[in-house]
């Protein structure tokens, strides 16, 4: 396995890309040593930015990172019960969404492979760091940010493959490159050392010139988040209240769009993102990690209006909308609906009693309906889908008016906001909750019900754990489209015949075909043709 995935490079090669430090224009930019031996590169500070930063490449691509738009992105929110996928676009996207997937599967192999990259980097700035003159501090600074970056890595093979090679140290011989699956719970337990050690490292702020990089909020937020899937509820709970204190002041930010726009980036919701900017080519992502490569934002590529430029690849399944429109606003206030409603979703707002508003500038919701026909004509004649299009991840708000095309309007330059504290608070509510700590998740509940001026809950109405849980899977839903968060909690709530009773009862393509095994991908058929140590997870072998 992780020969494959490394088989451009050799033992003492680092990487042919590198990126260096700075804020956010400087992060971006990017230097190539030649694939310098290790005997020539470790000699400097520099270096081991240059190495460290190495890891975040892979990860954050635009296109094919875990965090990508072409690849990771699709692979986790196609899964869930809040978009619907179009027939006819790339077959490994939709066999993933519609549970037809297989070990050959091209999108889940290159997350895979992806999230190895890093971690081979990571143990190799972790290998060589000692060969580098540093102060104490620097050196422990380093390595707690280099452990942050390998445990989120693991933290997404975890949660998504199940059993798979725990590799924590720099291969020496060829037989190293060759290791067995281990135990999800054991790769779990390395993920919370690699969090621990990080959290105890990093710095609780960033300043200005080194935004983007993790601090120990974000390690403490991931942390709170393992504790939180493998179910120990009092450590999850623990964990995530130390950023409801200081030294941390984290807090929701009024404009719930300020998260997901360049208007208002490292702001006070954002506990972790991936730093993006007008770096390289813009029409050229798909280089991954040349030196000319886009480090644009793409996501408004993936999702946006075709009316737009846009490829227009994922609609709201009418379950999401209907959800959004369960409850409305009191009397007298300034939107008939959740305020989160009026950015994560496009749709004509005189059809329900309220005034239309162009997007893109000059655009009228009819145009963007009447661009969206050719994919929606693609669905099944039983999927007849509600007159509501996503706003949230495009450039919808902005006046650009070929605003989601990278080979038109300038590409978005936001960041990817992948730890918000709306989701810290979400966590922390589950798990209160499940510790019977009902009025601690109330008092969470009621931070995200405010912002989305949504009327207050109490006691009253969230009596017990069923009710609460079902107000906090509710509100997540809202707050959370599309961040890669709803099939993980799906999973996490639902046992398999239970999501298939759900996914059945909401209309969803292909429900009947979900089996146990689909709440995690397969290994790579290609890993397990290279690596004759490991072996598929025990789900998929038959």
């Known amino acids: 396995m992780y020969k494959n995935t490394i088989k451009t490079m050799i033992p003492v090669l680092l990487v042919t890309l590198f990126m260096t430090y700075g804020c956010k224009k400087d992060f971006l930019k990017t230097s190539d040593p030649n694939r310098i031996t290790e005997e020539q590169f470790w000699k400097t500070e520099g270096d081991v930015m240059s190495g460290v930063a190495s890891i975040y490449s892979a990860m954050r691509q635009p296109l094919y990172g875990y965090w990508g738009a072409f690849t990771g992105i699709q692979n986790?929110?196609?899964?869930?019960?809040?978009?619907?996928?179009?027939?006819?676009?790339?077959?490994?996207?939709?066999?993933?969404?519609?549970?037809?997937?297989?070990?050959?599967?091209?999108?889940?192999r290159s997350t895979f492979e992806v999230l190895y990259k890093s971690i081979y980097r990571a143990n190799q700035v972790l290998a060589n760091i000692d060969k580098v003159p540093l102060s104490d501090d620097k050196k422990a600074a380093f390595i707690a940010e280099t452990k942050f970056l390998r445990g989120l890595c693991y933290f997404e093979l975890a949660s998504n493959y199940g059993d798979v090679p725990l590799i924590i140290a720099a291969a020496k011989t060829a037989a190293d490159q060759f290791v067995k699956s281990s135990p999800v719970n054991e790769v779990y337990a390395h993920?919370?050392?690699?969090?621990?050690?990080?959290?105890?490292?990093?710095?609780?702020?960033?300043?200005?010139?080194?935004?983007?990089?993790?601090?120990?909020?974000?390690?403490?937020?991931?942390?709170?988040?393992?504790?939180?899937?493998?179910?120990?509820?009092?450590?999850?709970?623990?964990t995530l209240a130390l950023l409801k204190a200081s030294p941390y002041s984290y807090s929701l930010t009024p404009e719930f769009s300020d998260n997901f726009t360049s208007k208002n980036e490292f702001n006070s919701e954002a506990v972790f993102e991936w730093v993006y900017g007008a770096a390289g080519d813009p029409t050229n992502p798909w280089g991954a990690e040349n030196a000319n490569a886009g480090m644009y934002n793409y996501l408004p590529q993936l999702i946006g209006s075709r009316a737009a430029g846009g490829w227009f690849k994922y609609m709201p399944t009418n379950y999401f909308v209907d959800q959004f429109m369960l409850e409305q606003r009191v009397a007298?206030?300034?939107?008939?609906?959740?305020?989160?409603?009026?950015?994560?979703?496009?749709?004509?707002?005189?059809?329900?009693?309220?005034?239309?508003?162009?997007?893109?500038?000059?655009?009228?919701?009819?145009?963007?309906?009447?661009?969206?026909?050719?994919?929606?004509?693609?669905?099944?004649?039983?999927?007849?889908?509600k007159k509501f299009l996503i706003q949230k991840f495009t450039n919808g708000w902005d006046t650009k008016s070929e605003g989601d095309n990278y080979w038109g309007a300038i590409p978005s330059t936001a960041n990817n906001v992948i730890m918000r504290y709306a989701e810290v608070l979400l966590m922390h509510a589950e798990a209160a909750a499940k510790n019977n700590n009902l009025?601690?998740?109330?008092?969470?509940?009621?931070?995200?019900?405010?912002?989305?001026?949504?009327?207050?809950?109490?006691?009253?109405?969230?009596?017990?754990?069923?009710s609460v849980m079902a107000e906090i899977s509710h509100q997540k839903l809202l707050e959370m489209f599309f961040e890669q968060n709803r099939w993980q909690d799906l999973k996490r709530w639902y046992t398999p015949?239970?999501?298939?009773?759900?996914?059945?009862?909401?209309?969803?393509?292909?429900?009947?075909?979900?089996?146990?095994?689909?709440?995690?991908?397969?290994?790579?058929?290609?890993?397990?043709?290279?690596?004759?140590?490991?072996?598929?997870?025990?789900?998929?072998?038959?």
Not at 76 to 105: C, H, K, Q, W, Y
Not at 355 to 372: Q, R, S, V
Not at 448 to 464: M, N
Not at 510 to 535: D, G, M, V, W
């Open 497 to 542: 015949d239970q999501l298939k009773a759900h996914f059945t009862a909401i209309g969803k393509e292909r429900a009947a075909y979900l089996e146990p095994k689909h709440y995690i991908f397969p290994i790579p058929a290609e890993e397990l043709q290279t690596n004759s140590k490991i072996e598929q997870n025990p789900l998929w072998r038959n």
């Open 332 to 385: 007298g206030s300034d939107t008939k609906f959740d305020k989160r409603m009026y950015f994560t979703l496009s749709w004509k707002r005189s059809d329900y009693g309220e005034t239309n508003i162009t997007y893109y500038g000059d655009k009228t919701f009819d145009d963007l309906w009447a661009a969206a026909q050719a994919n929606i004509s693609k669905l099944p004649a039983t999927v007849q889908p």
């Open 439 to 466: 009025g601690a998740a109330i008092a969470d509940l009621k931070l995200i019900r405010d912002r989305a001026g949504l009327k207050e809950k109490t006691s009253a109405d969230l009596p017990d754990l069923t």
């Open 191 to 238: 993920v919370i050392l690699d969090f621990t050690e990080a959290k105890n490292g990093l710095p609780p702020t960033r300043a200005a010139g080194a935004k983007g990089r993790p601090t120990s909020g974000a390690a403490i937020a991931y942390l709170g988040k393992t504790y939180l899937y493998i179910k120990d509820y009092p450590k999850a709970e623990a």
């Open 76 to 108: 986790i929110n196609s899964l869930g019960d809040d978009v619907l996928t179009f027939p006819g676009g790339e077959a490994a996207t939709m066999n993933i969404a519609l549970f037809a997937n297989e070990p050959r599967n091209s999108d889940a």
